[in-house]
């Protein structure tokens, strides 16, 4: 119903902010990170004009409006709602607490450490958060730009320019040995995960020719790589 409100906070109470739109008061959920950041802005004494990106819920008992900082983590709480037994509370908490690109690269590596340290979010729910998205890869690039990956373009056979650590000679690089060499897999793994994250392909190549190292896991390597930046 609403995509977004303009206006100005005039109060914050509990887990809402009050947004006052042309003399009407909205009250909007916000997550308790964000509520304090305003909160002690408006402590300041600084005038508050702010845009908040809206998700309307309408249960039998209350219709509820949340709010977020921009447009990918209404997007983001939109895909998290749609998890089975994933309540709006909850999806919130996570919006609040993860960034995208770290949400991501938690899926692509199934690593739960991150999300269990969300109040709320026991280690079941962790794990099972993670298998659900991983079967949601191209919904959740709406949080983190416009590239799709999927599986098929991901295993394209694209050439990849592998960092000169991983070179070979000449007479050696046969595609049927790149296909089953774990270096390379990885290294395509990688940059995949990167372009997914809405860095271009010459981005990613850079990214990984400068963080690169075979023996450490997908995980400490897409660390490794976001730090370049």
Known sequence: ??????????????????????????????????????????AAGQTLEVKIYTTLIVREDAQMLYGFADRQSKQLFELLLSIPRFGAKLSLA?????????????????????LVKIKGLGAKVAQRLLLELNNKLNKLQAASGDVKITE???NSGETCDLPS???????????????????KQKYDDLLAALMVLNFSLHESKQMLKLSFRPELTLEENLRLALQTR
């Open 165 to 183: 650590s991983l070179r070979e000679p000449a007479s050696d690089l046969t595609a049927d040995k790149l296909s089953k060499s774990p270096a």
């Open 1 to 42: 119903m609403y995509a977004y409100l303009s206006g100005k906070i005039t109060e914050i109470y509990q887990e809402q902010v009050f947004l006052e739109v042309n003399n009407i008061a909205y009250a909007v959920n916000v997550g308790k990170n964000l509520q304090e950041k305003w909160q002690k802005e408006l």
């Open 94 to 114: 996570v919006v609040d607490n993860i960034k995208a690109e770290n949400l991501l690269a938690c899926v692509l590596t199934q690593d739960t450490k991150e």
């Open 152 to 154: 098929s373009s991901h």
